[in-house]
């Protein structure tokens, strides 16, 4: 069952149309990338599924439930977690208040909101911790984020995203600026949460594509021009043909 | 009914040095990114130049083109001695600034010309009035209509159709960009304020004969400036002349029969088009 | 935390020995207007520049019904808190749908509104001579007339609202307004309405804005119109930034150092706010980040510590 599907999903800014018909369905549990070159519209499809763009048509289901149209802030709540492609944290608190704010947002309840100690909901901490630790910051919880590498903050950039106990989580580029080695750390973590979670994937390293994937969509001009295993995308001649000059398969 | 036509001119009058002022305000805060809030202080010195100097050399039409170019200067200079050193800071910094130069400058006023207002008379060939046919009315206003107008219209040719021009709205989109092209972006600043304070200066300077002057007069029109602004859009050329005539006509009708709420009706005017449309008159969303 | 709170009691204690408790008591009266401002400012990110609406409003409303109604001095300060936040809800319900510069616009527009109608307004607001004869109602028979049992009254009353405040901002509240200020757009994306708690940071600093403004009244026996004008918006801005917007106690420096400025340079000299003008410019210009930020950059140089 496909746990999120677009049906005939399109976006258009005025004359440019970023996303054109894209119709797919994710698998719950699988990790599906999207692929395709620069301005593909990858970007956008995420800003459509998280509810940041309202779509010029089209439909989003989750779960089966349509959530065309649900503002942003809802779509957290859903179970729909994301990162971005460029780090987005807030930069003035710690690591674990990054995501402390995260998890709190999508926990049980927000009782005390006005009145209760930020430092005194254990169970929201406790899943903040979870969620450093899942992508081993734990031990810098306490640092401010202007203390750590480029690396480490696209780690924390997933672990904002994991904070929320999410079903689905959209990772957008979570390689992107990392060196040879700390991208290898970051494969191992995505393939440590697969089956976990339901991974959407958008990346331009193939390796790494090809390397975790379930099933691969790729994008071109804002359609979907391919859909298939790794294999068989790397065999897909149309493909060849958008990456020519691009990223080699 | 023709007391209701002669309001709707003196609303177009009024609407047309609203868009000059919002036009200023527009230009320099949506090119130097920050709330200006001595805005109003320039319309007000442009206001007292014009009167001085009128009365000093005895010619109306030569203060008139020296008043805002005075007015132009002190932009300059404030730009160059204080502004330019706060594009980091942020807009609490840079509003404080602004603020605090307006109460500089109104309190100078007061210090140079006295606290009371006094009214200053349109030069004799532009004084009475002229038959329209359904209501008599005033040449010294027809006259700022058209005077307004060219300036609009000057504004628009130069922003519009001259490279520098096009180069300022460039800047108001996208000021990385502009500089990643190698156009000097402090120049770009400069000449921003200087002309956004020349535009402010003129619209004093034309209304002092309608409205006379006082050392209030600047605040009064900073809330208006802002109206126009919030209304039709930061760097909207025609969005400042469509909210300043709207608002100028409406405040001028509402005068017609309820005098006292004619300010507030601007202020209540913006209120409501910002309920149904939160992005202005002609903003994107 | 604690040395804070000792000096904070000190002063309470030591202000009316030093200063007129009249003056004394608008410090604290302008520090609760303030602390109202910073959670908007410091905390949120947004910056206000019409909180005199929602301190003017609630000071006529309440000075109307003291006057006229003979209320209590409690139930005027109820009603100012009220209408401070109602006046916020209003305004800020139209301001955070913009951001930016618009939305400082707006603000300052929207004040603009409110002064109008209290100038034009005359029978009720009294226009330019303000409202005047303000009684200062006593309580359980304490009598409020004397300036040293008002002044004890008030720095009751500022201690409460600091504590109420140092409560808001520890909460998750105080944490969510604060992800708002470092990213909105990540903030809405973890799954808050950015609109609706900005909405209601406004509410909130508009009661404490309310509730200074009914103090005040009661302080001067007058609502003077410029309660509700531009410059009480600008004033207490510039008291917030230059105590520190970075820090729950620096508008309360702020106060200290904007009342001291103004009561001692305005009887001297009519277009004292010239100096006013002068003294923003040079902050502006030359001491950014404020007396808190000065203070704890020479501790931290001191001890060599990171800057928390």
Same mark, same amino acid.
């Given at each position: 069952?496909?746990?999120?599907?677009?049906?005939?999903?399109?976006?258009?800014?005025?004359?440019?149309?970023?996303?054109?018909?894209?119709?797919?369905?994710?698998?719950?549990?699988?990790?599906?990338?999207?692929?395709?070159?620069?301005?593909?519209?990858?970007?956008?499809?995420?800003?459509?599924?998280? !509810?940041?763009?309202?779509?010029?048509?089209?439909?989003?289901?989750?779960? !089966?439930?349509?959530?065309?149209?649900?503002?942003?802030?809802?779509?957290?709540?859903?179970?729909?977690?994301?990162?971005?492609?460029?780090?987005?944290?807030?930069?003035?608190?710690?690591?674990?208040?990054?995501?402390?704010?995260?998890?709190?947002?999508?926990?049980?309840?927000?009782?005390?909101?006005?009145?209760?100690?930020?430092?005194?909901?254990?169970?929201?901490?406790?899943?903040?911790?979870?969620?450093?630790?899942?992508?081993?910051?734990?031990?810098?919880?306490?640092?401010?984020?202007?203390?750590?590498?480029?690396?480490?903050?696209?780690?924390?950039?997933?672990?904002?995203?994991?904070?929320?106990?999410?079903?689905?989580?959209?990772?957008?580029?979570?390689?992107?600026?990392?060196?040879?080695?700390?991208?290898?750390?970051?494969?191992?973590?995505?393939?440590?949460?697969?089956?976990?979670?339901?991974?959407?994937?958008?990346?331009?390293?193939?390796?790494?594509?090809?390397?975790?994937?379930?099933?691969?969509?790729?994008?071109?001009?804002?359609?979907?021009?391919?859909?298939?295993?790794?294999?068989?995308?790397?065999?897909?001649?149309?493909?060849?043909?958008?990456?020519?000059?691009?990223?080699?398969? | 009914?023709?007391?209701?036509?002669?309001?709707?001119?003196?609303?177009?009058?009024?609407?047309?040095?609203?868009?000059?002022?919002?036009?200023?305000?527009?230009?320099?805060?949506?090119?130097?990114?920050?709330?200006? /809030?001595?805005?109003?202080?320039?319309?007000?010195?442009?206001?007292?130049?014009?009167?001085?100097?009128?009365?000093?050399?005895?010619?109306?039409?030569?203060?008139?083109?020296?008043?805002?170019?005075?007015?132009?200067?002190?932009?300059?200079?404030?730009?160059?001695?204080?502004?330019?050193?706060?594009?980091?800071?942020?807009?609490?910094?840079?509003?404080?600034?602004?603020?605090?130069?307006?109460?500089?400058?109104?309190?100078?006023?007061?210090?140079?010309?006295?606290?009371? #207002?006094?009214?200053?008379?349109?030069?004799?060939?532009?004084? #009475?009035?002229?038959?329209?046919? /359904?209501?008599?009315?005033?040449?010294?206003?027809?006259?700022?209509?058209?005077?307004?107008?060219?300036?609009?219209?000057?504004?628009?040719?130069?922003?519009?159709?001259?490279?520098?021009?096009?180069?300022?709205?460039?800047?108001?989109?996208?000021?990385?960009?502009?500089?990643?092209? #190698?156009?000097?972006?402090?120049?770009? /600043?400069?000449?921003?304020?200087?002309?956004?304070?020349?535009?402010?200066?003129?619209?004093?300077?034309?209304?002092?004969?309608?409205?006379?002057?006082?050392?209030?007069?600047?605040?009064?029109?900073?809330?208006?400036?802002?109206?126009?602004?919030?209304?039709?859009?930061? #760097?909207?050329?025609?969005?400042?002349?469509?909210?300043?005539?709207?608002?100028?006509?409406?405040?001028?009708?509402?005068?017609?029969?309820?005098?006292?709420?004619?300010?507030?009706?601007?202020?209540?005017?913006?209120?409501?088009?910002?309920?149904?449309?939160?992005?202005?008159? /002609?903003?994107?969303? | 935390?604690?040395?804070?709170?000792?000096?904070?009691?000190?002063?309470?204690?030591?202000?009316?020995?030093?200063?007129?408790?009249?003056?004394?008591?608008?410090?604290?009266?302008?520090?609760?207007?303030?602390?109202?401002?910073? %959670?908007?400012?410091?905390?949120?990110?947004?910056?206000?520049?019409?909180?005199?609406?929602?301190?003017?409003?609630?000071?006529?409303?309440?000075?109307? %019904?003291?006057?006229?109604?003979?209320?209590?001095?409690?139930?005027?300060?109820?009603?100012?808190?009220?209408?401070?936040?109602?006046?916020?809800?209003?305004?800020?319900?139209?301001?955070?749908?913009?951001?930016?510069?618009?939305?400082?616009?707006?603000?300052?527009?929207?004040?603009?509104?409110?002064?109008?109608?209290?100038?034009?307004?005359?029978?009720?607001?009294?226009?330019?001579?303000?409202?005047?004869?303000? $009684?200062? $109602?006593?309580?359980?028979?304490?009598?409020?007339?004397? $300036?040293?049992?008002?002044?004890?009254?008030?720095?009751?009353?500022?201690? %409460?609202?600091?504590?109420?405040?140092?409560?808001?901002?520890?909460?998750?509240?105080?944490?969510?307004?604060?992800?708002?200020?470092?990213?909105?757009?990540?903030?809405?994306?973890?799954?808050?309405?950015?609109?609706?708690?900005?909405?209601?940071?406004?509410?909130?600093?508009?009661?404490?804005?309310?509730?200074?403004?009914?103090?005040?009244?009661?302080?001067?026996?007058?609502?003077? %119109?410029?309660?509700?004008?531009?410059?009480?918006?600008?004033?207490?801005?510039?008291?917030?930034?230059?105590?520190?917007?970075?820090?729950?106690?620096?508008?309360?420096?702020?106060?200290?150092?904007?009342?001291?400025?103004?009561?001692?340079?305005?009887?001297?000299?009519?277009?004292? $706010?010239?100096?006013?003008?002068?003294?923003?410019?040079?902050?502006?210009?030359?001491?950014?980040?404020?007396?808190?930020?000065?203070?704890?950059?020479?501790?931290?140089?001191?001890?060599?510590?990171?800057?928390?």
């Amino acid at each position: 069952m496909a746990i999120l599907e677009t049906q005939n999903l399109s976006k258009a800014f005025g004359a440019l149309t970023a996303v054109d018909g894209v119709s797919l369905g994710i698998e719950a549990g699988t990790l599906h990338s999207i692929i395709g070159p620069n301005g593909a519209g990858k970007t956008t499809l995420f800003n459509l599924l998280t !509810g940041t763009y309202r779509p010029s048509a089209g439909r989003i289901l989750f779960d !089966g439930r349509d959530i065309t149209g649900t503002p942003a802030h809802r779509v957290a709540h859903l179970g729909l977690a994301r990162s971005f492609q460029r780090t987005n944290v807030f930069p003035a608190f710690s690591l674990l208040d990054n995501v402390w704010v995260a998890a709190f947002a999508c926990g049980p309840s927000w009782k005390g909101l006005l009145w209760r100690r930020a430092d005194r909901y254990p169970e929201v901490r406790a899943r903040a911790l979870a969620a450093l630790a899942d992508v081993g910051l734990a031990d810098k919880a306490e640092q401010p984020v202007r203390e750590i590498s480029h690396g480490e903050q696209r780690q924390l950039e997933l672990a904002i995203a994991l904070a929320a106990a999410p079903r689905v989580l959209l990772l957008d580029e979570p390689a992107a600026g990392l060196s040879p080695e700390e991208t290898k750390r970051l494969v191992a973590l995505v393939r440590a949460l697969k089956g976990r979670y339901t991974i959407v994937l958008i990346e331009h390293k193939m390796d790494i594509i090809m390397d975790v994937s379930d099933r691969i969509s790729v994008m071109h001009f804002g359609s979907l021009i391919a859909e298939g295993t790794p294999a068989e995308i790397q065999r897909n001649r149309e493909v060849r043909r958008a990456y020519l000059g691009g990223v080699a398969a | 009914m023709s007391l209701l036509a002669g309001q709707i001119l003196n609303g177009i009058a009024t609407g047309m040095l609203y868009a000059l002022m919002g036009l200023g305000l527009s230009l320099i805060t949506g090119i130097l990114n920050i709330p200006n /809030f001595a805005h109003g202080a320039l319309f007000a010195i442009g206001a007292y130049l014009l009167a001085t100097v009128a009365v000093t050399i005895g010619n109306f039409w030569i203060a008139l083109l020296v008043a805002p170019i005075g007015v132009a200067l002190l932009g300059l200079a404030i730009e160059y001695v204080g502004i330019r050193r706060l594009y980091a800071a942020g807009h609490d910094y840079q509003l404080l600034f602004t603020f605090g130069l307006a109460l500089i400058l109104s309190e100078s006023i007061i210090l140079i010309w006295g606290p009371v #207002g006094y009214s200053h008379l349109p030069p004799d060939i532009l004084r #009475g009035g002229v038959d329209l046919g /359904f209501t008599f009315y005033p040449k010294y206003r027809l006259f700022v209509m058209a005077a307004a107008g060219v300036l609009v219209l000057a504004t628009w040719l130069f922003l519009e159709k001259t490279r520098y021009g096009a180069i300022m709205r460039a800047g108001i989109e996208n000021k990385e960009m502009v500089s990643l092209l #190698g156009i000097d972006i402090h120049r770009l /600043f400069t000449v921003a304020f200087a002309l956004g304070a020349y535009l402010a200066g003129i619209a004093g300077a034309l209304t002092a004969p309608i409205r006379g002057l006082s050392p209030g007069m600047g605040v009064d029109m900073l809330g208006i400036a802002f109206v126009v602004v919030a209304l039709g859009g930061l #760097g909207n050329l025609l969005g400042a002349i469509g909210a300043g005539l709207l608002i100028g006509v409406a405040q001028a009708v509402v005068a017609a029969y309820w005098t006292e709420a004619s300010t507030v009706v601007i202020y209540a005017v913006m209120a409501a088009v910002l309920l149904v449309r939160p992005q202005g008159l /002609f903003g994107i969303r | 935390m604690k040395k804070e709170t000792l000096l904070l009691l000190a002063a309470v204690f030591v202000l009316p020995l030093v200063l007129r408790p009249a003056i004394a008591a608008e410090i604290w009266i302008f520090a609760i207007f303030g602390l109202g401002l910073n %959670l908007l400012l410091g905390y949120t990110g947004l910056l206000s520049f019409g909180q005199a609406t929602f301190f003017g409003s609630a000071a006529y409303v309440a000075g109307w %019904l003291l006057k006229h109604y003979g209320i209590g001095v409690f139930p005027a300060l109820g009603l100012g808190v009220f209408v401070g936040a109602a006046s916020a809800a209003l305004v800020g319900y139209l301001c955070v749908q913009r951001s930016g510069l618009y939305f400082i616009m707006l603000t300052f527009a929207l004040n603009q509104l409110f002064y109008f109608v209290a100038y034009q307004w005359t029978s009720v607001t009294g226009g330019e001579d303000g409202m005047p004869g303000i $009684p200062r $109602p006593a309580f359980l028979g304490i009598d409020f007339t004397e $300036p040293l049992p008002y002044y004890v009254f008030v720095s009751a009353l500022f201690l %409460l609202s600091l504590w109420i405040m140092k409560r808001i901002v520890e909460s998750p509240l105080g944490r969510i307004l604060q992800a708002i200020r470092e990213n909105e757009v990540r903030a809405e994306a973890v799954g808050y309405d950015v609109a609706r708690f900005k909405l209601a940071a406004f509410v909130i600093g508009g009661a404490f804005s309310g509730a200074a403004g009914v103090l005040y009244a009661m302080l001067f026996g007058i609502v003077p %119109l410029e309660a509700i004008g531009f410059v009480t918006s600008g004033n207490v801005v510039f008291a917030t930034l230059i105590g520190g917007s970075g820090s729950l106690y620096g508008p309360i420096i702020g106060s200290f150092v904007f009342i001291w400025l103004s009561e001692s340079v305005s009887t001297l000299w009519a277009r004292w $706010p010239l100096l006013l003008g002068v003294a923003f410019v040079i902050v502006v210009l030359f001491f950014r980040g404020g007396v808190v930020e000065a203070w704890s950059r020479f501790w931290s140089w001191r001890s060599s510590k990171p800057k928390t």
